[in-house]
């Protein structure tokens, strides 16, 4: 083979560039035409809850709060009343006083949200394995108010940090509990719910009545030497991480960064207020003059509300023809996985300038949770057409989800409560 005059030998040498073949090619997807959502198994989705239930958080962790100035600090910080002590040390009642609360940023957006509860003369924390504040010469302090805050597991070390900022000269001691020391459960029974005086009156372990929604049940905080389900049949046997969630999903209630967006979710339409976790009576914090205003104002156009979705392909029908809510099926497929978090929901039709009417946050299977605009996807609005997240570019909606919000029937009964 002759060498031309114009190229080298070592050019030569050189090997060809790398071009894609045609196979990849093909798998570019096209610019007006979005990739459909998984359609993961059905045999590869959580079973639905059961209607008793008993599950190990194992997303949640543990701050301890210890310290003569724990209460007044944590007073400046959190839009819920710190929980006092129980008036009693002898009283064999494992209830703790504790509350649902959240952490704002100075412009009253949610920066945590959170369970504090109050175990200073409670069995769990005697022998306590949580450490006494110091004084100042070193000694340890007796009786002092001693806190323990519930809060999702990927935000603990940041909230950690967040606290240690405020702490200046505040007579506390923070820290984080290690996942052998106390673990967070959850137990539930749909009908009837849960009341506290289900629970055990006695036992080394501490409950507390979930007050977000009537049927959420109880938390239980467990030692390692607990037996790890204290209650007795027909809560047995234990479930998934996963039944907890589908649990929660149903009933509405938003949980952690991922549906409570930090720095952007506002508290009322996160539905902090009608799950107990504001009190508006309450003195200065951060982040409460914005709170207050959103309260006083009476206008709330957008709250966090439980979604079902359907394939695109169907009219939806069935789905609107449900009235107490969404119904999860696992023989759908997996909807949701196919969707991205933050993705707009529309009204089929709307084009491609067409207003969104909500935010898809997350789920599982063929329900989850979205930020809606109540004017649009409830009442009447909801009967102007169907709804999709995930359509295409313009007015292509290929590849759409269908979408079809539900307001529980418990977020009147919590407003009639004021």
Known sequence: MAVPSACCLRCLSRPPPLRPSSALLRLRPHPLRPLRPSRRSYSTLPAPPPPHGVVHLTNRRLLSLTGPDSAHFLNGLISNNVPLASSSTSSPSSEAPGVYTALLNAQGRILHDLFIYNISNHSLSAPSPLPPAPTASGAPLNNEPVFLIDVDAR???????????YKLRAKLTLRLLDVEELSVWAIWRTQPPLTPSDTPTNGPFLTFHDPRAPALGTRVLLRPASNPNPLQPPLTPESPLAAYTLHRLLQGVPEGPRE????????????????????YRKGCYVGQELTIRTRHTGVLRKRILPVQLYSSDEDGGGVAEQVDGPVYDPRVGDLAGGLQAGGDIKLVGSGPRGRSVGRWLGGVGNVGLALCRLEAMTGKGAERGRFVVGAGVGDREEGGVGVRAFVPAWHAEREREG
């Open 155 to 165: 935000d603990a070390e940041r909230l950690l940090n967040h606290l240690k900022r």
């Open 260 to 279: 409570l967006i930090r720095e952007a979710a506002l508290p009322a339409e996160s539905n902090m207020d009608l799950m107990r976790g504001v009190d």
